[in-house]
């Protein structure tokens, strides 16, 4: 494994075959991958074609069934472990009984930082999403927007420098997704992170990303890795740009191509 | 017409009364102490009042306090008049007592449709309806009970139980002291503690889980009150017995539903603590324990109905001669009913209140659950 030295994540021949009561279900075959330090890296395909569960194996929440990978140098479990990552599913999953500053809190509480680091925290990063002076409030009572807000700050709360995102902004409409786009660029830019985002819109991966993996069905593979020549600065109107439209239509052909593949 | 139908029950009530007139007096004509002409008109005035502030176009509130005032005087007036006749009723008793009682119904049904707009009137409000409701089912079983003469062995009227438990209060005091506060408290408590525990067990220990829990479900489905005179044998005629009785009853019911409870959280909600790292301890307390608590509570509230009972009936197997069930088993072979009815009276108030605490507290601790917000 000669995964380099600001290799985030590296993938060889990974393979994850879920074994159903109607046969085995190969979710993903011969994965490989790269994801350098400080990428943005969108997953893009159709349904069902293992998006999530290539992030669930990277969160050590699935164990892949053939090839290798390792998250930081080391194998899934561990980095799990030694928390490298922050995981936004693809709903909020906030818990009820708590207040969303006390589920910001939650994994602060759990991996051991002082009450005043806590509180620091929370404050910093329900600032940093737009949510301040909701910290009262608990989930039910906010939007579906703000919840799900809520659940990034809550990825964002700790040292991770690894931000796995499974379609956070699914279920939102088009003009808090822009917004939402937009404070995610900049905190993007603003901490350096690695970020992994899961998502089905085209304009949005290449809106975000540095490099987009277009990814096709049965067996879960990828098709085409796209490196995106957008500048880091990117305003909302960059969508409206040539070069912007020209990787759109890159991602849109290997879309297609994989789709082909199926019939 | 459409005038009468505006109030059937206001309608019906005064057809009553006119009836009622037609068939006076109220006693049979035998009867030791009659009725004064007095009471007699002033019951029939008061409900035509009632009856015809249905129609009037005054405030709610205004027909439902005459309602209230009419209804409730007219019973009282009409259950007073009884004292020395039991038994004498004549149908014009009961047509009047049909009468206040529709007055009463109505009253019930205006303060219903009131929409107040302060918070305490409100709480008054939804306190002061089932009230009203609850007073009407002993006016009526003392009307009946008295009027109609029924055998006291068969149905006491409330009044003869109420002056019973005022009669008795140390000896129910002493009752309630063995059976509740010995009995009862500590067997709900070392039972919900320990099928709690066991429950812990059993999820950390799969061998556990997988055994124990089908016997859970059968013991928590079986009559284990059955097993009352096998503790008195074991545990000797005192409180201890009864104690383990509960014991048995309560352990089951919490150990069933709080395993259930336990994997009551959602799968996402799992992988995030597995994503933070969290141990074993932290995921149980952060997460699986407060996503449980609304099987807990409600095996809490199973269990409270469940402990009165088994400590009660429990005491019918032997026992020092203090305790509800023991005061129950030995006053009815004396056909001390009155006392068999205190007692129940009593037990039915402890039933309540204890449910009613476990109630409130969930209601403060489950907030946040679909079923109770906003509430
Ligand atoms: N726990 C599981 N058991 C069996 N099969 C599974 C399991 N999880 C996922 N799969 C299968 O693996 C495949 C990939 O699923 P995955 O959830 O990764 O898709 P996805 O790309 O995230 O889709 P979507 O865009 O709809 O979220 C699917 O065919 C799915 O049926
Ligand atoms: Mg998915």
């Not at chain 2, 306190?127 to 006016?139: D, E, N, T």
């Not at chain 2, 089951?252 to 009551?264: E, H, Q």
Request: hydrophobic share 50%.
């Amino acid at each position: 494994m000669n995964a380099s030295a600001s290799s985030v994540v590296s993938a060889r021949k990974l393979g994850l075959t879920f074994q159903t009561s109607d046969g085995p279900v190969h979710a993903l075959s011969v994965v490989d991958l790269e994801v350098e330090k400080g990428d943005f890296v969108s997953f893009i395909g159709p349904s069902g074609c293992g998006k999530t569960t290539f992030l669930r194996v990277i969160a050590d929440l699935e164990k892949n069934t053939a090839g290798e990978i390792t998250v930081n140098g080391m194998t899934p479990e561990e980095a799990r472990k030694s928390r490298c990552y922050g995981y936004v599913f693809q709903a909020p999953a906030l818990y009820p009984w708590r207040t969303i500053e006390k589920n910001v809190v939650l994994p602060l509480e759990i991996m051991g930082y002082s009450k005043t680091e806590q509180k620091q925290r929370v404050q910093r990063t329900l600032d940093l999403v737009n949510l301040t002076g909701f910290g009262k409030k608990y989930p039910w009572q906010l939007s579906g927007g703000m919840q799900q807000r809520a659940s990034i700050a809550r990825a964002l709360a700790f040292d991770a420098d690894l931000l796995l995102m499974d379609e956070p902004f699914g279920a939102l409409d088009e003009i808090v997704r822009d917004h939402l786009n937009e404070q995610l660029l900049k905190l993007w830019a603003a901490t350096e992170k690695t970020i992994c985002f899961v998502t089905h819109s085209i304009p949005e991966a290449v809106y975000l990303s540095t490099k987009i993996v277009v990814m096709s069905p049965r067996p879960g593979r990828v098709t085409d890795v796209i490196h995106s020549t957008l500048p880091r600065e990117r305003p909302l109107e960059i969508r409206e740009t040539p070069e912007f439209l020209e990787i759109a239509h890159r991602v849109r052909e290997g879309l297609r191509a994989g789709h082909s593949y199926e019939e | 017409m459409t005038y009468l139908l505006r109030s059937w029950q206001g309608s019906i009530a005064l057809l009553l009364c006119l009836l009622a007139l037609v068939r006076l007096p109220l006693l049979a004509t035998d009867a030791s102490t009659p009725f004064a002409a007095a009471g007699t008109a002033g019951v029939l005035l008061l409900i035509a009042v009632g009856a015809l502030a249905c129609f009037m176009r005054i405030s709610r509130a205004a027909r439902a306090l005459i309602l209230f005032v009419t209804a409730h005087t007219a019973a009282w007036l009409l259950i007073g008049g009884m004292s020395g006749n039991e038994g004498n009723a004549s149908l014009s008793y009961f047509l009047l007592i049909a009468a206040s009682w529709l007055l009463g119904w109505r009253c019930i049904s205006e303060l219903a449709e009131i929409r107040p707009s302060s918070r305490q009137t409100m709480m008054a409000l939804r306190l002061l309806i089932p009230a009203i409701f609850g007073a009407w089912v002993l006016i009526l079983w003392e009307a009946i009970t008295r009027g109609a003469g029924v055998p006291f062995i068969l149905l006491p009227p409330p009044s003869a139980i109420w002056d019973r438990i005022v009669s008795s209060v140390p000896i129910l005091a002493a009752d309630v002291r063995q059976t509740v506060f010995k009995a009862v408290l500590f067997g709900y408590v070392v039972g919900c503690a320990a099928g709690f525990a066991v429950a812990i067990l059993a999820d950390r220990i799969s061998f556990l889980r997988r055994g124990l829990l089908p016997i859970g479900n059968l013991m928590s489905a079986l009559p284990i009150i059955g097993v009352a005179p096998i503790m008195v044998m074991w545990f000797g005629f005192d409180w201890q017995s009864k104690a383990a009785v509960v014991i048995v009853m309560t352990f089951f019911p919490m150990l069933v539903n709080t395993v259930a409870g336990l994997s009551a959280s959602g799968s996402m909600e799992r992988d995030l603590m597995r994503s933070y790292a969290s141990g074993y301890w932290q995921t149980l307390v952060k997460l699986r324990l407060p996503a449980a608590m609304l099987f807990i509570f409600n095996a809490l509230k199973i269990n409270s109905t469940l402990a009165l009972i088994g400590a009660i009936v429990a005491e019918f197997f032997g026992t020092p001669i203090v305790g509800m069930g023991f005061r129950i088993s030995t006053e009815i072979g004396r056909m001390n009913v009155d006392m068999v009815w205190a007692e129940i009276a009593v037990a039915a108030l402890i039933g309540s209140v204890f449910y009613g605490v476990v109630a409130l507290v969930e209601l403060a601790t489950t907030f946040w659950h679909p079923s109770n917000r906003g509430g």
